[in-house]
């Protein structure tokens, strides 16, 4: 996906500069350019093999279709999670596309408006080059977790339904086709934890480094996926992966403490006029903490307002809770109607099941994370996320924008616990049938 991605820039630059000589609607010139997009994304699926490829090229088409419903028929239904943002990303766009200028400054939608107003600066000015361009680099996700899984040797079938589970899974289907960043946040999401699982496996350390520059890349277009070095730095602190034990060094200190002083110093380093620690900033100026952020919430599916975290023991014990809720809501006791049930069932169910179903199979079958370090930094940094994210939101419709920036991190927990457990399962018969034939 990344030459079928880079091939598309290569278009865009193309049409830029032939567009003063075209003619006609911009939608019928973005149509074009996908089509012929597709057609060198087809050619790069086929070197998977035809379970995986069918379930890619399904999973494509589907998004192909949701984009095009959610520009033209969403009259008939919106789709979830498309509306007022999505318009002012692109009036945004559309603002920086007729003056470059505005790069410089502050706009609405950030970093993300301003990458939109390039691409419709050098292509159509259409929705369809924007959102296209989300579904290549949902699709990158996808592969990238695949690829992830074949490295570590995950049993095909584990690979090929968990494949089959992201490209259906709906939140997936409606954020890669819908103009809002939670793909590309995803997708750099997803980059970084490929590249740290590099460090986590050979110990080379400039894998480190690059996992953290592309974290803080994700970081510029929302300040919460910072969480995610967070999580790194404690398995640097803690792991020690060519010798495949947990230990502190003075080496793995120093490498904490450089990576440490390098995200303190850039979050207070404006770039172009936003800040990586943006949100978080700015509650701070307004002279708020984060008992006040954790206890506060808007909009119709608020939870768990009344709880005031303004004391450490409150914090400690209901942060847990928050983290909960977070990945589950809108939750059954807090459900207003019919479209919370369904949010329940087509989301919530899916993190809940892909989160909580892996550490009860570790317990119940008495899995030693120090056997499985790859594990153990996917389920330190996922609670390190949950818990930055979990304490700071009260609104069941933002949290589950902000959990699915995490959805291909709980796919490939799910995958290794899982494939751990089924290999225990078959030692234990084999070594059971031995002692039955003695």
Not at 31 to 45: E, Q
Not at 227 to 243: A, E, N, T
């Amino acid at each position: 996906m990344f030459f079928a991605s880079l091939f598309f820039i290569i278009e865009l630059l193309v049409y830029f500069l032939i567009k003063d000589l075209l003619l006609g609607d911009p939608d019928f010139h973005a149509t074009i350019l996908i089509g012929m997009n597709m057609l060198f994304v087809i050619f790069c699926l086929l070197k998977f093999n035809k379970k995986i490829m069918t379930i890619l090229l399904f999973g494509f088409f589907i998004r192909i279709c949701a984009m095009y419903w959610d520009i033209y028929a969403f009259e008939i239904f919106k789709l979830p999670h498309s509306g007022a943002d999505s318009v002012g990303f692109y009036e945004s766009a559309l603002v920086v596309s007729s003056d470059l200028s505005k790069l410089e400054g502050y706009i609405y939608g950030g970093l993300y408006s301003k990458v939109l107003g390039v691409l419709l600066y050098l292509g159509p000015v259409s929705r369809i080059t924007l959102q296209y361009l989300n579904i290549l680099v949902s699709m990158f996700s996808i592969i990238l977790i695949y690829k992830t899984m074949v490295q570590l040797m995950l049993k095909p079938i584990i690979r090929d339904r968990l494949v089959l589970l992201m490209i259906l899974f709906p939140s997936s289907i409606i954020f890669s086709s819908i103009l809002l960043r939670e793909a590309i946040i995803a997708f750099l999401v997803t980059l970084s934890l490929y590249i740290f699982m590099k460090w986590v496996q050979t110990g080379a350390y400039r894998m480190v480094f690059l996992s953290t520059a592309v974290c803080l890349l994700g970081a510029l277009f929302h300040s919460g996926v910072i969480s995610l070095v967070v999580g790194y730095m404690i398995m640097i602190l803690f792991y020690k992966p060519k010798k495949k034990i947990f230990k502190v060094t003075f080496q793995t200190f120093i490498i904490f403490a450089v990576l440490l002083s390098t995200t303190t110093i850039l979050t207070y380093i404006p770039l172009e006029n936003i800040a990586i620690f943006d949100k978080f900033t700015h509650a701070l100026d307004k002279n708020d903490d984060i008992s006040t952020i954790a206890s506060t919430g808007s909009g119709g599916s608020v939870y768990l307002v009344n709880i005031a975290m303004d004391n450490p023991l409150v914090f400690i014990l209901f942060a847990p809770i928050k983290m909960f809720y977070f990945i589950a809501s809108p939750v059954p006791l807090n459900w207003r109607g019919l479209m919370d049930i369904i949010t329940f069932f087509y989301d919530s169910i899916f993190y809940i099941i892909l989160f909580i179903g892996p550490l009860f199979a570790i317990r119940k079958h008495g899995t030693s994370l120090k056997k499985h370090p790859i594990i153990l930094s996917l389920i330190i940094i996922l609670l390190v996320s949950l818990f930055i994210f979990g304490i700071s939101l009260n609104n069941a419709g933002t949290a589950m924008r902000h959990r699915y920036k995490f959805f291909f991190l709980f796919i490939l927990l799910f995958g290794l616990v899982f494939n751990v457990v089924s290999k225990n399962k078959e030692y234990r018969i084999v070594k059971n049938e031995n002692l039955t034939i003695k």
